[in-house]
């Protein structure tokens, strides 16, 4: 009976020694905590915006007749090369034509009675000078001669309207180009009463294309000429074609309550792959600085606290606006520097630390329970690692 009681009250004692070593070590296996670093190396930098496109020529014109008629040739097809000067199309010049006989023949009427008019008021001069007719007689004489005059004038613009309609008739490609579009046939009739009928577009060099693109207003803001581009177009998906912002247009769109303004940019096309119409799917670089010290933004979020000090580990901190974290034995030491150009992820250093040097970027926390990440140990809202006086302080009792 005295046995049993000696080896439960050993058994007992053991219990609470282990209780005790649990409780004293933490309820837990030891933490170990772990480094991202980074690299103070040159890297490039840029930002961008994306929008959507259409391809048109840069220069292209709409070929269109100032007279009525009947479209009684075309010389030419889509896709057809033309010269500047290079008869097109031909409309029926019959009533043309006679308007122009009917003009000329009452030009020839009027100088006829000019010439009448001329030498009757030459008499009626005459004879007034020597006081042998009436002033009013001279003076019908005079207003007569001076109608006669008017008409033969007016009879002269007429022919030349009646010349240039007829001229009209004849439609010559405007510039040298490429046929885009057709919107007549042979037969068809065309009316020019209010507006000017579109027969052909042609563009000038398809070798020398545009895309003009919307630019959303939360993002134009950032758009200057002279900016690189890249674009693709569904129908070459594995291609990059390059170009650049040669135009901001001041104008706005307003399309259901969205505001975009059009960018035009430059779209080169020697291989002629690029097609009037394609849309393209546009990336504007609208910062790019090559060949910059950076590192990474998290690095100036960095900033190790008690709760991740190991044993014998200390901090060495700066009062300064920015900042970037190195390890240097058992010291954290904070190095202040100046920053400039920043996409979000990388971050350019103008001074503070030298090529080469290593940074921290986040922490980890391993081993007694649940793994923790730097990025959510700092957060304010997500718990924080306890303190388990890695520092080699003595715990408070």
């Known amino acids: 009976m005295k046995n049993k009681k000696m ?26 905590v772990s480094f991202e670093t980074a690299k103070v190396e040159k890297q490039n930098i840029s930002t961008s915006i994306t929008a959507t496109g259409t391809i048109e020529p840069v220069t ?12 009684s040739k075309l010389y030419v097809d889509y896709n057809s090369v033309v010269r500047k000067g290079q008869v097109i199309a031909e409309l029926d010049k019959t009533n043309l034509t006679s308007e122009l006989k009917t003009a000329k023949a009452n030009l020839a009427s009027a100088e006829s009675t000019l010439n009448y008019e001329t030498a009757n008021y030459n008499r009626y001069k005459t004879l007034y000078d020597k006081g042998l007719v009436s002033a009013t007689d001279y003076e019908s004489a005079l207003l007569s001669y001076r109608k006669a005059q008017e008409t033969v004038h007016s009879s002269r613009e007429s022919v030349q309207k009646a010349q240039t309609n007829l001229g009209y008739a004849t439609i010559t490609s ?5 046929v885009l579009s057709k919107s ?13 009928p579109e027969l052909f577009t042609i563009a000038q060099d398809l070798t020398d294309m545009r895309v003009i693109a919307d630019i959303d207003e939360a ?24 170009g650049e912002v040669t135009q901001v247009r001041q104008e706005a769109t307003t399309t259901s309550n969205v505001v975009t303004y059009e960018v035009v940019i430059s779209a080169p096309n020697a291989d002629l792959k690029l097609k009037p119409g394609l849309t393209a ?9 090559n060949d910059v010290l950076a590192v990474p ?9 008690e709760a991740i000090l190991q044993k014998g580990q200390t901090i060495e901190d700066v009062e300064a606006p920015t900042k970037v974290w190195t390890l240097e034995g058992n010291t954290f030491k904070a190095h202040q520097v100046e920053t400039g150009t920043t996409n979000g992820m990388v971050t350019e250093l103008l001074s503070g630390v030298n090529e080469g040097t290593e940074v921290l970027v986040d922490f980890n926390i391993s081993g007694g329970g ?5 990025e959510q140990a700092q957060n304010p809202f997500m718990p924080r690692p306890r303190n388990n006086n890695k520092n080699g302080n003595q715990q408070k009792k």
């Open 281 to 289: 799917n546009v990336t504007i670089f609208t910062l790019e600085k």
């Open 219 to 242: 993002d134009i803001g950032g758009v200057k000429e002279g900016q690189r581009v890249t674009f693709t177009v569904d129908a070459f998906p594995d291609d990059r074609f390059e």
């Open 174 to 178: 405007p510039i040298d180009g490429v």
């Open 60 to 71: 292209s014109v709409t070929v269109g007749t100032q007279v009525s008629g009947i479209v």
């Open 184 to 196: 007549v046939e042979e037969g068809q009739t065309v009316a020019a009463s209010f507006n000017t």
């Open 297 to 305: 933004s998290k690095a100036l979020r960095f900033m190790p606290t």
């Open 7 to 32: 080896w439960g009250m050993i058994a007992l004692g053991v219990v609470i020694l282990a209780a005790i070593v649990y409780f004293a070590a933490g309820g837990k296996k030891e933490e170990k």
């Open 370 to 374: 649940d793994e923790q990440q730097g």
